[in-house]
């Protein structure tokens, strides 16, 4: 074994317990510090009406091996659930089924030829496996290439915006690829099913059992214990310092914070790391919960094309998880994905619901307030590193000029889309850099 046998790892979301997970089979000994009161990260539950489920959404594909594998090591394979979804889209004020190959035929917003080549697009990107080629070309001038301008105005465009905002006249190509990719390999057989799956108790319980098995292995963790500052000692040894005032020694520490927050409490760093870690772009996300007390459509996830409702898309987890998970509740989110200095961060909750549920109450006329049984927003700043133009040139390194300070984010996931799956990938393919 190296030198170097003790690691702090900052942050107990599913990146720092799969570091922990991997870094304590290899003998060393791990230390998690969590500025929260428990695991998760983004990944962390809430109470919503006197039930426990997710602050955000989340889903668990088939191709997601990555994360299948943590669920096997920590005991819940067995708990993974599948089930086939539909896929609807909100388009002109009309709602439209788009689940199979005879659904896409019959979308009526687009005409025969615009499906075509709205299919081969599909198709052609989930071939293509040199994704670097795609970095140096913005996503509009791609799209408009392959799909045809009237397509791009009437479905890409209207996606890319709720996806990204105006920043996507600033993403490269790779971003829709990479989303395409993960959602085409969802598919069971080809284009005919949608195979998506959750945990029974969802990620509350992921979290709770990967923290126990870790804890049985030998990691400890320190809670409500905030890293405000990383420095070195004359010996190479590392100095962590946390909110309460206690400082630690170790021989590694790795930052799984955002770029900006890992080069902040690291003030040694050069001032070049820093503006490289600085000038990371990230996307965050204003996320209600509702609780109705009936179904609004049969869809998991309903796009929407239209321009003025101010979420994202609708995610209906109850088309996904059994309803006796939210007690006989019908469980939606709304998402809208904006800058991190958006101004929605700054609207009050009552501002939000008025904003949120009118849009949802016009789109769904059959709704009233009479069917909400709970309304929650969660929020977070920092969720989504924007994949701009050669994104994978400017990404920094997980090394630093501090020696054994390592920064580890989904930052640095460089094709593919931010989700679960590709964060718990990172320590796969870091630490084996690091510890070679």
């Not at 397509?151 to 996507?168: M, Q, R, S, T």
């Not at 924007?386 to 501090?402: E, F, Q």
Request: proline residues 3%; glycine residues 6%; positive net charge.
């Amino acid at each position: 074994m190296a030198e170097q046998k003790t690691w702090a790892i900052i942050g107990a979301g599913m990146l720092g317990m799969t570091l922990a997970l991997r870094l304590s089979q290899k003998g060393y000994k791990v230390t998690i510090y969590e500025s929260a009161e428990k695991v998760g990260g983004l990944t962390s539950s809430w109470q919503i009406h006197g039930i426990v489920w997710d602050r955000f959404y989340h889903v668990i594909l088939m191709s997601d091996l990555n994360t299948r594998k943590i669920l096997k090591e920590i005991g819940l394979e067995n708990d993974l659930r599948w089930v086939e979804t539909k896929t609807g889209f909100y388009s002109d004020g009309k709602l439209y089924s788009m689940s199979n190959l005879i659904e896409f035929f019959k979308f009526p917003p687009i005409n025969l030829i615009d499906k075509f080549r709205l299919g081969l697009t599909i198709f052609g990107a989930s071939k293509i496996k040199n994704w670097q080629r795609l970095e140096n070309i913005p996503v509009a001038d791609w799209l408009i290439k392959w799909s045809g301008k009237r397509v791009f105005e009437k479905i890409w465009l209207p996606l890319l915006k709720a996806k990204l905002g105006d920043n996507y006249k600033n993403t490269s190509a790779a971003f829709i690829w990479s989303t395409i990719q993960r959602m085409y390999a969802a598919r069971k057989s080809g284009l005919k099913k949608e195979m998506f799956g959750y945990v029974t108790g969802g990620y509350e319980k992921i979290n709770n059992e990967f923290a126990k098995h870790l804890k049985n292995i030998g990691v400890t963790f320190k809670y409500n214990s905030k890293a405000i500052a990383v420095n070195k000692q004359i010996n190479g040894n590392l100095i962590l310092t946390t909110s309460d005032n206690n400082t630690y020694t170790f021989d590694n520490v790795i930052s799984t914070l955002s770029s900006k927050e890992s080069v902040k409490i690291a003030p040694l760093l050069s001032e070049s790391e820093k503006k490289q870690h600085e000038a990371i772009k990230y996307l965050g996300v204003i996320c209600p919960s509702i609780l109705l007390n009936k179904e609004i459509s049969p869809y998991y996830v309903t796009n929407i094309t239209d321009t003025w409702p101010p979420f994202t898309g609708i995610i209906e987890m109850t088309a996904l998880i059994d309803k006796n998970e939210v007690k006989g509740n019908h469980l939606v989110y709304l998402p809208k994905y904006v800058n991190s200095d958006d101004e929605l961060f700054d609207k009050s909750e009552e501002e939000l619901r008025k904003l949120f549920l009118g849009s949802l109450y016009k789109m769904y006329p059959s709704l009233s307030e009479d069917d909400l049984n709970f309304w929650g927003v969660s929020k977070a700043r920092i969720v989504f590193a924007l994949p701009t133009i050669n994104y994978s040139k400017k990404v920094p390194g997980v090394t630093t000029s501090l020696g054994h300070y390592y920064i580890i984010n989904s930052a640095q996931i460089i094709n593919g889309t931010l989700n679960v799956n590709e964060t718990i990938q990172l320590p796969e393919t870091k630490l084996k850099a690091i510890l070679n």
